[in-house]
């Protein structure tokens, strides 16, 4: 339960002739996550049973949710025709159901998604009515991702290549676009999900979260992990 509103989670097994795992159904508002474990593989033989199987849990067929169905990592299982989306990180179900559990925070804000990923995030926070949002990313690959997944919102969203690091230049940058596009007294959001991996992000979490505070953000998600807490 989150906020006013609560959100079901269902489990479905799927079996495989030399391996059992545990596949989760996650509803969140209108996303659907299908959450698979690292051991779940998927050959030719299964896949269509499979498919079967989630179509019957949704209670239509595949084709109806495409659209807003994401598969979660740490798994690589995709669909032919999600291909082109990367699976999100296994935190993203999460981040959603906060961000839906305060959706009128959303109208009209600007966001700042610190640590953006391939966008999704950014993505949910424009289909609440975000005016503006802005993606701080510091990985090429992900960047060029998130530019995919906002295809059609041109003009509502900026990115930005930087370490968080670097908070001079970012602090720079985000003062800048304030002034350029006139959204002093707009609401702001501000979106924080990094980690927990110490060794691949450090501190960039805590880093995110100062950054939030000094920017005068009104409204701070995280789902995020600091380095010495969870």
Do not use: C
């Not at 989150?2 to 269902?10: A, D, K, P, T, Y």
């Not at 959450?35 to 989630?54: A, C, D, G, H, K």
């Not at 002093?184 to 990094?194: D, H």
């Amino acid at each position: 339960i989150l906020g006013n509103h609560s959100f079901e989670i269902e489990s479905n097994k799927a079996f495989d002739n030399d391996n059992s795992s545990e596949v989760f159904l996650v509803r969140v508002g209108p996303l659907i996550f299908v959450v698979i474990p690292e051991s779940y593989s998927l050959n030719p033989q299964s896949f269509t049973r499979r498919r079967e199987e989630l179509e019957a849990r949704l209670g239509e067929p595949y084709s109806a949710h495409a659209d807003h169905i994401f598969f979660v990592a740490p798994s690589n299982f995709i669909y032919p025709e999600e291909r082109a989306k990367m699976p999100l990180s296994v935190y993203s179900h999460l981040q959603a159901a906060a961000m839906l559990a305060h959706a009128e925070r959303f109208k009209d804000a600007l966001v700042a998604a610190f640590g953006a990923g391939n966008g999704f995030d950014a993505k949910v926070a424009l289909g609440l009515g975000a005016r503006h949002a802005v993606l701080i990313e510091k990985e090429d690959y992900l960047i060029q991702q998130a530019q995919n997944l906002l295809q059609g919102n041109e003009g509502g969203f900026t990115l930005w290549a930087g370490d968080l690091r670097n908070k001079e230049k970012l602090t720079s940058q985000w003062n800048q676009l304030i002034s350029e596009k006139g959204f002093k007294n707009r609401p702001k959001v501000a979106l924080v999900n990094i980690g927990p991996w110490t060794d691949l992000y450090g501190d960039a979490n805590e880093k995110a979260l100062e950054m939030a505070i000094e920017w005068g953000f009104d409204t701070v998600i995280n789902t995020g992990y600091s380095v010495d807490e969870p």
